[in-house]
């Protein structure tokens, strides 16, 4: 909860009390509380709050419905609201405004004539005198009604007009007790009223500018709002803009201008990477648990590959992983480089205010990210959340590319050509995290494809696990045979584009992984371990 919203909003209802346009209310609330039971005061206040309640509250349904921006209402208001500070700084000004609120007082006085002495008469004098202060008191209602607009939840935006509610008729509340008799104690007030109102109209137009500027007023008062934020960034900074998808999937477009008010986790994933894929479960559960308390997740789906922009295989590995957040094709890197990013997998969350406050790159951090994600939420702490578990292992090996753009650890006997076929030969001794093939292979940039039967591909690695990610260029599925230190395992079927698990030992170790193609257009890619 953002405590310091609710006392702004609670001091702007204060504000009221001192108003010019409150001066056409305040006879109105002292006959009408005078002519009736001792429930009728608080009737009248009652209504009165309801009045303005309701029409921000609708007025917060109507703008979200039209789709009009925040921003847009929050410029308009903060002027209207800069405009009424300054009004209350001049004198002159000041008396012009409530020369032009008099005329709303007749159709008031009309108001108060409503017949009976209990509550709810009370209430329905309190709601028409409400009616015709509303347009009056308006430049601070659209103040208020901004800070309604942006809340991320109904009870938010409930806690802040419930707090402008409550500045605003704790006076009005003792005014109408008290009725005519108060008038008569207010020789301060009355002797006063000039510096008052200059008071408040300087309180009025620095709120202004505050929430104009976006200045975290909390840290005046030794507060940050990071404060339960672990490794969250020193200087957070405006989201960058999602652009150049090709396709959604589980969404139609979406755009951080219209996600303002909710928090926002970015995931940089390509569909191939095993890091990233290891990072779904915990991404879905946090979809599952926060999407209703207002975290929206988009998978921006970066290729690393050109298969991977294609959006079938896209499609299908987003219904095979069990993914339900919105998926954008970033297939040229638009949004990728808006974000500067490197890295897969890449989080980035957003806060309502549309602001970057934490990243973090790789596997790992899932507990911090969920208590990252919660704060942001404001919702408490969860020693259940998901804790971080180690993602490899001492000397793992890592990851390693086989085409020639990014040739990483090829220890064969003969140097390869790009884009070109040769025959090979695996050396008499390959070393550790070192690779090397066998028979008739064409190494292309992001790629090596077999040219005959039989071509392999042997690599020393040191992990757990060992996966390749594999494509066919044939139209009938190709067999690679999968040895261990000699060992035949199970063959794996090759007729999609995509990662494949070759080995998954009991703990990690060294291994001599071979793969044999049973025939030509068999396409390798790049090897990952771990865990």
Not at 14 to 38: E, F, R, T, Y
Not at 224 to 243: D, V
Request: proline share 5%; net charge neutral; glycine share 8%.
């Amino acid at each position: 909860m953002n405590y310091f919203e609710y006392m702004a909003a609670f001091a702007e209802g204060l504000a009221i009390i001192a108003s010019p346009c409150i001066l056409p209310v305040l006879p109105l609330v002292l006959a009408s509380s005078a002519d009736g039971g001792k429930k009728r005061p608080f009737g009248i206040i009652i209504g009165f709050v309801l009045a303005f309640s309701l029409f921000a509250l609708l007025a917060r349904q109507l703008i979200t419905t039209l789709g009009i921006s925040p921003d847009l209402v929050k410029n308009v208001s903060l002027f209207l609201l800069l405009l009424f500070g300054l009004t209350l700084l001049s004198a002159r000004l000041s008396e012009r405004f409530t020369t032009l609120t008099q005329k709303l007082a007749g159709k008031g006085m009309q108001a108060s004539q409503v017949r009976g002495e209990g509550l709810m008469s009370g209430i329905i004098i309190g709601s028409l005198i409400g009616l015709v202060w509303t347009p009056c008191a308006g430049p601070i209602i659209a103040a208020v009604l901004v800070q309604v607009i942006v809340q991320k939840t109904q009870f938010s935006s409930f806690m802040v007009l419930a707090a402008f509610a409550l500045g605003a008729g704790i006076p009005m509340v003792v005014i109408a007790m008290m009725g005519r008799k108060i008038m008569a104690k207010l020789g301060f007030f009355t002797h006063h009223s000039e510096a008052i109102r200059k008071i408040f109209g300087i309180a009025i137009i620095l709120s202004a500018l505050v929430l104009y500027t976006g200045y975290d007023i909390s840290s005046v008062f030794g507060y940050e709002n990071t404060t339960n934020m672990q490794q969250a960034l020193e200087k957070p900074y405006p989201a960058p803009a999602i652009t150049g998808i090709e396709q959604w999937i589980n969404s139609p477009p979406l755009d951080m201008a219209s996600l303002k008010g909710k928090v926002v986790l970015v995931d940089f994933w390509t569909y191939s990477c095993i890091n990233c894929v290891r990072t779904l479960p915990h991404i879905k559960e946090w979809n599952e648990k926060y999407k209703d308390k207002g975290l929206v997740i988009i998978g921006v789906h970066s290729p690393e590959f050109e298969f991977e922009k294609n959006p079938d295989n896209v499609r299908e590995a987003v219904k095979k992983q069990g993914i339900k957040y919105a998926v954008a094709l970033d297939n040229h890197l638009s949004t990728w480089q808006n974000f500067t990013n490197r890295y897969w997998p890449a989080h980035y969350l957003i806060n309502k205010e549309g602001q970057v406050v934490y990243t973090h790159f790789g596997e790992g951090n899932y507990d911090i990210t969920e208590q990252t994600i919660r704060f942001l939420l404001g919702l408490a702490s969860d020693s259940s959340a998901t804790t971080t578990s180690p993602i490899s292992s001492d000397n793992q090996t890592p990851e390693t590319y086989l085409g020639y753009a990014r040739e990483q650890h090829f220890a064969g006997e003969t140097v390869p050509l790009h884009d070109a076929i040769m025959d090979y030969h695996f050396p008499a001794i390959l070393p550790l995290h070192h690779w090397a093939l066998e028979g008739k292979w064409k190494m292309e940039a992001e790629r090596l494809i077999t040219q005959d039967k039989n071509a392999a591909l042997q690599f020393h690695f040191s992990a757990k696990k060992a996966y390749l990610v594999m494509g066919n260029s044939t139209d009938t599925p190709l067999a690679a045979s999968i040895s261990l230190n000699g060992k035949a395992m199970k063959p794996i079927a090759v007729s999609r584009h995509t990662l494949y698990e070759l080995v998954n030992q009991e703990h990690a170790k060294e291994g001599q992984l071979q793969i044999t193609a049973d025939h030509a257009g068999l396409e390798v890619y790049a090897f990952t371990f771990g865990e």
